[in-house]
């Protein structure tokens, strides 16, 4: 008998260790989901009643007043808020063990406000990525985590921000994991991911958010034809994804040149921004979704509109400006997608679906989640068209992101040879390209 209980024990002994461990991270990713979706929501509330009030004509004559005084906030109550959010709690993950300072938390959401409403072109997802990540951090203070939790606790807040901005829980979830390496997921992060993501798009749904419903007219059967068509865009948008993030390097590098204090740099922002705003009839300023939808909807997009958009972004994110990224990668995607459409004369709406969700898989590394949005967003039907699409448009991309922070796990391609475990800014090839295959 005694034998036998040695053998249960010896072989079952890390099933009770197993079943506290999914208490203990339901409970810690329930109390995030709550929490985030809590914060998001009055968040994304803020910034909607801004917009309603100070929506005029000319708005964006105000952006070099909003990005001064978005710089002004930064710098002197929370330096990490500055750019795009999300970026901000890769880096924090990385090289702190995601240790956040909570006055992150409404300083970015206060000074992406600012930036909305007076014409800089952001998204709403990186101060909802710097709330979720900057609760979980707190709270990780709160029950004194060690620094590996603590991680793990702050990807959720991440999952749980990103779930609750797109309505989108699932993918969400995905993404918090997914985007902190290229080429690894932190599958141990998995499943507190997902109860923080569902969770926290709950309680935003409950407090009355609404998420606007993409339809999108899909062939109920799979068509080869379609497949391959979207294997062909999947090519483009992965140039498309190359050519915003180049974009938005090539910002940075023009604010490095430019030996002026920060303050002045968001002036002179502001002013680009207003000059190109009159020159484009202020088509691309603020978060852009009603073009977003017009995409959607088959409306005819001008030609350069994703790459304007992309100026744009560049402009306000590297001179003052602070808000996500993401939106304006729906935003090129969609514009981009309708054109694609319409050049090869194909249906612009499927398109410009498919381009949303592949130049977010390609600029931002992250296939699987895009694929998984593109169903929540636009049904099942579109699944393996996304899919492929996405997939391409992710290598074609190659070792570049719109997130400096990315640690580069795996090369996309054998036949390129780049040091691996670095930060995706600092990963080139090395030596010759090897013999495709």
Not at 32 to 42: D, E, H, M, R
Not at 100 to 113: G, L, R, Y
Request: proline fraction near 4%; glycine fraction near 12%; charged fraction near 15%.
């Amino acid at each position: 008998m005694r034998k036998i209980i040695d053998f249960i024990k010896e072989r079952y002994q890390e099933y009770p260790i197993l079943i506290a461990s999914v208490i203990k991270w339901f409970l810690l990713s329930s109390i995030v989901g709550i929490l985030v979706g809590i914060s998001v929501g009055y968040f994304l509330k803020f910034l909607e009643l801004s917009i309603n009030i100070l929506h005029f004509k000319y708005y964006f004559l105000l952006a070099p007043a909003g990005f001064f005084l978005s710089t002004i906030i930064i710098k002197y109550f929370a330096p990490n808020a500055k750019g795009h959010g999300t970026e901000k709690v890769i880096e924090a993950i990385h090289k702190r063990s995601g240790r956040i300072n909570p006055a992150v938390i409404p300083v970015k959401a206060v000074s992406t406000i600012i930036t909305v409403i007076t014409g800089g072109s952001v998204g709403k997802e990186g101060p909802s990525a710097q709330i979720g990540g900057g609760i979980a951090s707190l709270l990780s203070d709160i029950f004194k985590l060690n620094n590996v939790d603590r991680r793990k606790l702050v990807v959720c807040g991440i999952s749980a921000g990103f779930a609750s901005v797109f309505g989108t829980p699932i993918a969400g979830a995905v993404f918090g994991v997914e985007v902190l390496f290229i080429g690894k997921v932190f599958y141990d992060v998995l499943f507190p991911s997902f109860v923080a993501g569902i969770i926290s798009f709950e309680v935003t749904s409950k407090l009355g958010l609404t998420y606007f419903n993409y339809g999108v007219n899909i062939p109920l059967h799979f068509s080869s034809i379609i497949f391959v068509q979207s294997a062909g865009a999947g090519i483009f948008f992965g140039i498309v994804s190359l050519t915003l993030i180049e974009i938005l390097s090539i910002g940075r590098i023009l604010n490095k040149k430019l030996h002026i204090t920060e303050p002045l740099k968001a002036i002179i922002g502001g002013i680009v921004i207003i000059i190109l705003a009159f020159l484009l009839s202020g088509k691309y300023t603020g978060l852009g979704m009603d073009i977003i939808q017009k995409a959607l909807a088959g409306e005819k997009i001008p030609l350069l509109s994703g790459i304007w958009k992309a100026i744009f972004t560049s402009v306000t994110l590297n001179f003052g400006g602070s808000g996500g990224i993401l939106t304006p990668v729906f935003f090129v995607g969609s514009t981009t997608g309708n054109v694609f459409g319409r050049l090869f004369h194909l249906n612009p709406t499927f398109f410009a679906a498919i381009g949303m969700i592949s130049v977010l898989s390609g600029s931002a590394n992250a296939p699987i989640s895009a694929g998984i949005m593109a169903i929540e967003l636009f049904g099942p039907a579109i699944g393996p068209y996304a899919a492929i699409s996405a997939v391409i448009s992710y290598i074609i991309t190659g070792h570049r992101s719109v997130y400096p922070s990315q640690i580069l796990g795996f090369s996309k391609s054998s036949s390129v040879d780049v040091e691996e475990g670095i930060e995706i800014v600092n990963a080139k090839p090395k030596g010759k390209i090897k013999k495709w295959r």
